[in-house]
């Protein structure tokens, strides 16, 4: 790292210093080397998360956004008046391709909050610009573009954060730490679930339509087959659809499953089966309505339920959480907080451990600053984030396998080396059905860029 010298200097050459990378990747160290310096961010994607994510690293006051991109002119006008309110009245240029944003080469930090079917091209492009990357769960749409962004983000020397932003909460680093210190004793069994009653209607139904005015249907479509518009694959709502998304898996088990594999220190699972359908919902999505996996970790076994036809809201207690077996007794980990419940056969030896304490409850709060802000902190001293993309993967490889399993219906083994799916145990039969859920098909033209 050249200390010596300063991000100006640097810009006052003119980029000849080096083409390209070398020269962003000097920017970078000098920057780093200039902690006080204001970061300069670019906004992919401007609906409910892109907003907030730039909300949060503008209320920093570390951070000014440069320029804002959506494929939908409302989206990104509404982002860029959000970004003036909170700057003081300077608004960032709006760009309708994201190029244009890895194109400009003052801009630091891209926020990519697209749908999930865009993340990985996006991604790997903004590598290659040298820009430093904050990317919303889950970080790709397949298996094999997941394991591309690891590759990226290591060969372009990367600073990432994943949106996983449970990892940043207190509570949550208390719950692990209780169980990383062997408190619960030794761990069997986890389960984690996300329930919900939408029933009978679900999102309801639409009638294909022309897209509203100001909107790039075609860009947005991005690498996914073309079809005629439809408002309930589109904003928001998309996240329903294997095209686009993984369904609950992706959408928020990725967020439960994070803390179970972070805290358990388990790579990979080894085997994978989802018995499920869309039951009940009387919409046209194609993610399942009800759904069960059981995975085999090796040393425990994880189960996910997931309903969406049945059971409190995600966000009241009981809605959602996750479950930690151990010899010792029960913890239960949600957003609201976590709760240990001490088994009998340990309560009678007074000398053992906390869990003489048999109901210990400790309250949560989830919020995104602290994760914004340890990404800003490793963006100028260069260090690894809290949910690096290397980590997250096999957190999505776990999330994706479970809809692979559900697609072909039947269960399934993990090779974590050749990163396929076999038959059997020994990994000895390639299950050739499964591997063709590990990748997908991409539209001309918006096909996934080597690295
Ligand atoms: N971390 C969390 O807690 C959390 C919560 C919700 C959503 N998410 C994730 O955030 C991402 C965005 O979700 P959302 O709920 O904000 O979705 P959304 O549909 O509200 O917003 C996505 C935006 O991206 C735009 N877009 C689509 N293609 C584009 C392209 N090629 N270039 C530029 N813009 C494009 C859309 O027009 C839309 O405005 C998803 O990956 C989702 O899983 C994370």
Redesign the pocket.
């Known amino acids: 790292m050249n200390r010596n010298v300063t991000r100006r200097e640097l810009l006052s050459t003119g980029g000849t210093v080096a083409a390209g990378l070398t020269m962003n990747t000097l920017l970078r160290e000098a920057r780093a080397a200039e902690a006080n310096e204001r970061l300069t961010i670019g906004v992919?994607?401007?609906?409910?998360?892109?907003?907030y994510n730039m909300d949060c690293m503008q209320r920093t006051g570390q951070c000014d956004v440069a320029a804002v991109?959506?494929?939908?002119r409302q989206?990104a006008e509404r982002t860029a008046a959000r970004s003036a309110e909170l700057a003081g009245g300077h608004t960032p240029e709006i760009v309708p391709?994201?190029q244009r944003i890895l194109d400009r080469k003052d801009i630091d930090i891209v926020i990519i909050?697209?749908?999930?079917h865009?993340?990985a091209i996006?991604f790997l492009n903004a590598c290659a610009a040298g820009k430093d990357i904050y990317c919303?769960?889950?970080c790709c749409h397949n298996i094999r573009e997941g394991r591309r962004m690891v590759d990226a983000t290591k060969k372009y020397g990367r600073v990432v954060q994943i949106?996983?932003?449970q990892r940043s909460q207190q509570h949550f680093q208390e719950a692990r730490d209780f169980i990383q210190q062997g408190k619960l004793g030794k761990i069997t069994m986890t389960h984690t679930y996300t329930y919900e009653n939408e029933s009978p209607q679900g999102m309801g139904n639409a009638p294909d339509s022309e897209p509203p005015s100001g909107?790039d249907y075609n860009?947005?479509l991005?690498p996914a087959p073309l079809r005629p518009f439809n408002s309930r694959r589109?904003?928001?709502s998309?996240?329903w659809y294997f095209d686009y998304?993984a369904g609950m898996v992706?959408?928020w088990n990725v967020?439960l499953q994070d803390i179970i594999q972070w805290v358990m220190r388990t790579p990979y699972p080894v085997s994978v089966n989802t018995e499920g359908g869309h039951y009940v919902l009387e919409d046209d999505r194609d993610t399942s309505d009800t759904m069960q996996t059981v995975y085999d970790f090796g040393s425990y076994v994880q189960t996910f339920s997931m309903r969406k036809a049945s059971g409190k809201p995600w966000y009241v207690p009981g809605g959602h959480g996750m479950d930690f077996y151990g010899t010792n007794g029960m913890l239960h980990l949600s957003r609201s907080g976590w709760r240990i419940e001490g088994d009998e056969v340990n309560w009678s030896d007074r000398d053992n451990h906390e869990l003489r304490t048999p109901n210990f409850e400790a309250k949560g709060r989830t919020v995104?600053e602290p994760h914004v802000q340890d990404f800003i902190d490793c963006v100028r001293t260069r260090k690894t984030t809290i949910a690096p993309i290397e980590e997250h993967y096999p957190i999505v490889v776990a999330c994706h396998l479970a809809n692979v399993s559900y697609l072909a219906k039947h269960k399934i083994f993990w090779d974590r080396e050749k990163e396929l799916c076999f038959k059997d145990r020994k990994l000895t039969v390639l299950d050739q059905e499964a591997n063709e859920y590990l990748g997908r098909e991409y539209r001309k033209g918006y096909e996934l860029p080597e690295v």
């Open positions: 992919i994607g401007c609906g409910g998360m892109g907003r991109c959506d494929i939908d989206q391709h994201y909050a697209t749908p999930d865009w993340h996006q919303e769960k889950p949106g996983t932003l909107v860009e947005w991005g589109f904003h928001g998309w996240r998304a992706g959408d967020h995104y």
